[in-house]
């Protein structure tokens, strides 16, 4: 399984509830690109095969919100569930993505 982009403090799998986080540069990394390749490793899928950011939301909207660091709202976080995932980009450079747990 390959890591996503570069995390510029680490990246860990909390194996017990499958949860990645991750750490990025946003100004070396755009956020829609970790977001899809964090994905991609969080199902073991190609980045190919990982659905569209399209279809959930606008991957420039969500670098504009979080990949700023000129914006005057820092702490800005975009929550949406993708791919099976609950998916939180900070604008701090932080990525969490967590498997949904299936309503029974």
């Not at 899809?36 to 969500?62: K, S, Y």
């Not at 800005?76 to 791919?83: D, G, L």
């Amino acid at each position: 399984m390959r890591r996503p982009g570069k995390p510029s403090d680490g990246w860990r799998e909390d194996d017990s509830a499958g949860v990645i986080r991750a750490e990025f540069d946003w100004s070396e990394t755009p956020p829609a690109i970790a977001v899809v390749e964090t994905l991609a490793v969080a199902t073991d899928t190609e980045i190919l095969g990982v659905e569209p950011l399209l279809e959930h939301l606008d991957p420039d909207a969500l670098n504009a919100l979080v990949g700023d660091e000129s914006r005057p709202d820092a702490g800005t976080v975009v929550v949406f569930a993708m791919a099976g995932h609950e998916v939180s980009v900070h604008s701090d450079g932080q990525l969490v993505v967590a498997p949904i747990e299936p309503t029974q």
